[in-house]
């Protein structure tokens, strides 16, 4: 029904910036109805939420990326970005898009389980 491809990991040193992208694509799925959130996991870690854009185009972060990272949306393209500056090595993770319906992800946009699609990530390595 969905299928969300993130691209734009790669390797850059601590105080660089990238980019991700998030694309959605499928037949059923309307990208604009839909709540888009980046999360993150490091190897050994938890998957930790990170950011997440509301349909109509709010932004909602967890405190430790506030100021750093910046999410937002392309309807027309179907697409969710993660703008990421001031890499720090600990910043290193595959990232995931989500994307969920505005009101269940409402009632709790950390809870992973609140998200009923998700891409298969992309690798960040910050080095220091």
């Known amino acids: 029904q969905v299928q969300l491809v993130e691209s734009g990991g790669g390797l850059v040193q601590a105080g660089g910036s990238l980019r991700l992208s998030c694309a959605a694509s499928?037949?059923?799925?309307?990208?604009?109805?839909?709540?888009m959130g980046w999360f993150r996991q490091a190897p050994g870690k938890e998957r930790e939420f990170v950011a997440i854009s509301w349909i109509s185009g709010s932004t909602y972060y967890a405190d430790s990326f506030k100021g750093r990272f910046t999410i937002s949306r392309d309807n027309a393209k179907n697409t969710v970005y993660l703008q990421m500056n001031s890499l720090k090595p600990e910043d290193t993770a595959v990232y995931y898009c989500?994307?969920?319906?505005?009101?269940?992800?409402?009632?709790?946009?950390?809870?992973?389980?609140?998200?009923?699609?998700w891409g298969q990530g992309t690798q960040v390595t910050v080095s220091s």
């Open positions: 989500a994307a969920g319906r505005q009101a269940s992800v409402g009632v709790a946009p950390r809870n992973q389980d609140k998200y009923n699609k």
């Open positions: 499928g037949r059923t799925f309307t990208f604009s109805s839909y709540a």
